[in-house]
């Protein structure tokens, strides 16, 4: 081997590069999973995330038409529907038929273990 400058390097620096690129490869490679598995994550909180309004909606709604049926507990049928939807339901407050929910939804992220949302259901006032 022979420097662009026409001299020959050191005997003792001449093999320093032998199993670089193995080291190179394997941090690459490293490097790659840990991205994957931040882009995974993220896509998994999002869809949790996207599940929990769906299912407080669900749940609100649920509730609202229990209460305007005349139901004694609007709240049962707002835990019977987050339940249906793979969530858990935090809370539920009755004012007269509006019906407020939220629901809590688990997750893989181990920085947000649950995700919750809140959603607001009654009728409307025609005018």
């Known amino acids: ?33 840990i991205l994957i598995s931040a882009v995974a994550l ?8 996207s599940e929990a309004r769906s299912a407080a909606d669900q749940a609100a709604i649920a509730g609202a038409q229990s209460a305007r049926d005349g ?18 339901l935090v809370s539920c407050k009755v004012v007269e038929e509006d019906v407020t929910v939220k629901v809590a939804v688990k997750t893989v992220v181990p ?10 259901a009654g009728p409307v006032e025609c005018q």
């Open 42 to 49: 993220g896509g998994n909180l999002l869809l949790c995330i």
């Open 71 to 88: 139901d004694l507990d609007p709240c049962l049928q707002s835990h019977a529907a987050a339940s249906a939807n793979k969530a858990s």
């Open 111 to 120: 920085f947000a273990p649950l995700v919750s949302r809140m959603a607001r």
């Open 1 to 33: 081997m022979t420097l662009p400058s026409g001299r020959k390097p050191l005997k003792a620096f001449e093999k320093c590069d032998e199993g670089s690129g193995t080291i190179n490869g394997v941090m690459l490679i490293a490097v790659t999973a």
